[in-house]
């Protein structure tokens, strides 16, 4: 089923990431960390689904989205990035692989983060506290880091920022790779989340193996 929402504020996040806010219909239920097809409501654009997470609360009487703008991509997040108010989106059914399954490690990947954020919402307003979860997330340069000072604000949230296109950087390293994740993963037996492009999925799941991590803790979601 198609709904169409309009819009009712976007704001900027990052130089490059936008906090959009819809009116939400009437009966429309979803899980934190589930997305939905979205596409603009305009001739020559209704046909250019594109996936978006949620990221706010199934109980908010509204539907947010963070959407980063690729430019350079196929020119829908950059049309989004224009949006005016009062303009319209068309929206599918909810959907998708990411969910709370308790509190452990969340590893993502720039626009990755999106899932994420619905779900430690979620988990601190329902426990008062992000206690025993961990926030991995990588970004080319600080500037990026997409609600850097909401998630370090989190009560209890133990949050591990990386850069990897600024060498100047504190954050500065090269990947996340085994050596890095290793004193993280040690600290919880619980899931282990990634959301980010196909071969960070790929690479990150490889070293949870290398760390003995099993199968059945690993929950990801692919961002391609």
Request: proline fraction near 7%; glycine fraction near 6%.
């Amino acid at each position: 089923m198609t709904y169409t929402l309009t819009l009712q504020s976007i704001e900027p996040v990052t130089h490059d990431t936008h906090h959009l806010v819809f009116n939400k219909p009437d009966g429309y239920v979803y899980t934190p960390g589930q997305a939905c097809d979205f596409a603009l409501a305009k001739d020559g654009w209704r046909d250019e689904q594109r996936p978006f997470t949620f990221t706010g609360l199934p109980t908010d009487v509204t539907l947010e989205f963070v959407i980063k703008s690729y430019p350079d991509h196929d020119g829908v997040t950059e049309q989004i990035a224009k949006m005016q108010m009062t303009d319209q989106v068309e929206v599918s059914d909810p959907w998708g692989a990411i969910e709370d399954k308790g509190p452990g490690v969340f590893i993502a990947g720039g626009a990755g983060i999106t899932p994420f954020i619905a779900v430690l919402k979620r988990r601190l307003q329902t426990h008062g506290t992000l206690k025993d979860c961990h926030l991995v997330f990588s970004n080319k340069t600080e500037n990026d880091i997409i609600l850097r000072d909401a998630f370090t604000s989190m009560p209890g949230l133990n949050c591990h920022f990386v850069v990897t296109d600024d060498p100047e950087s504190e954050l500065a390293r090269d990947q996340i790779d085994k050596e890095y994740l290793a004193p993280i993963v040690s600290q919880t037996d619980g899931p282990i989340y990634i959301c980010g492009p196909e071969p960070m999925i790929d690479d990150i799941s490889k070293a949870l193996k290398d760390l003995n991590v099993s199968d059945e803790r690993i929950v990801t979601e692919d961002l391609d």
